[in-house]
Antibody, heavy 117, light 107 residues
Framework: EVQLVESGGGLVQPGGSLRLSCAASGFTFSSYWMTWVRQAPGKGLEWVANIKQDGREKYYVDSVKGRFTISRDNAEYSLYLQMNSLRAEDTAVYYC??????????WGQGTLVTVSS | DIQLTQSPSFLSASVGDRVTITCRASQGIRSYLAWYHQKPGKAPKLLIYAASTLQSGVPSRFSGSGSGTEFTLTISSLQPEDFATYYCQQLNSYPHTFGGGTKVEIK
């Protein structure tokens, strides 16, 4: 059974940093692109970033470029999102998802990041 | 960036109704469109990909059509478990943007 479990969310002050993790199981992690999507409270979904199987290609939405870094450890079956210079508008539930041929077919349950003083 | 516009943004319907949601792209995205639904407090769930391919395990009352800039999601007979918010997503070019969502509520 495919499982994705996010962790690392919490309360952080503006300008602070946080590292999210996504633990994968039930599939060959190194064979799939992986994605982060976020959802601000009461709002819609926003695609944040994704990363190729070998980690050599990464794409970001403009609003996080230069502040967020996506990475992965295929040996540990883990996906990461390093978030620096956090802003109030980064407050959201962050989901990791597995990408498979032009769709995100499995999603984690999400982890909440709150940026507030 | 490619913008996706969903309509309507809110829909009130009854069990058994046929429901259609439209997603329009600001530029052509071929058939690289996916549909998800999301219930409160839960993660999105994939329904349709490549505009018209039903994801494994998804009931056949869901169907998708379209290509280029105009797409539709149809639920042939709305069931109680289908009341949720529906999102389209384009995967033709980066960033892989989502539509604003369509909330389907019980009439």
């Amino acid at each position: 059974e495919v499982q994705l479990v996010e962790s690392g969310g919490g309360l952080v002050q503006p300008g602070g940093s946080l590292r999210l993790s996504c633990a994968a199981s039930g599939f060959t992690f190194s064979s799939y692109w992986m994605t982060w999507v976020r959802q601000a409270p009461g709002k819609g979904l926003e695609w944040v970033a994704n990363i190729k199987q070998d980690g050599r290609e990464k794409y970001y939405v403009d609003s996080v470029k230069g502040r967020f870094t996506i990475s992965r450890d295929n040996a540990e079956y883990s996906l990461y999102l390093q978030m620096n210079s956090l802003r109030a508008e980064d407050t959201a539930v962050y989901y990791c998802a597995r990408d498979s041929a032009y769709r995100s077919d499995y999603w984690g349950q999400g982890t909440l990041v709150t940026v507030s003083s | 960036d490619i913008q996706l516009t969903q309509s309507p943004s809110f829909l009130s319907a009854s069990v058994g109704d046929r429901v259609t949601i439209t997603c329009r792209a600001s530029q052509g995205i071929r058939s690289y469109l996916a549909w998800y639904h999301q219930k409160p407090g839960k993660a999105p769930k994939l329904l349709i990909y490549a505009a018209s391919t039903l994801q494994s395990g998804v009931p056949s009352r869901f169907s998708g059509s379209g290509s280029g800039t105009e797409f539709t999601l149809t639920i042939s007979s709305l069931q109680p478990e289908d009341f949720a918010t529906y999102y389209c997503q384009q995967l033709n070019s980066y960033p892989h943007t989502f539509g604003g969502g369509t909330k389907v509520e019980i009439k």
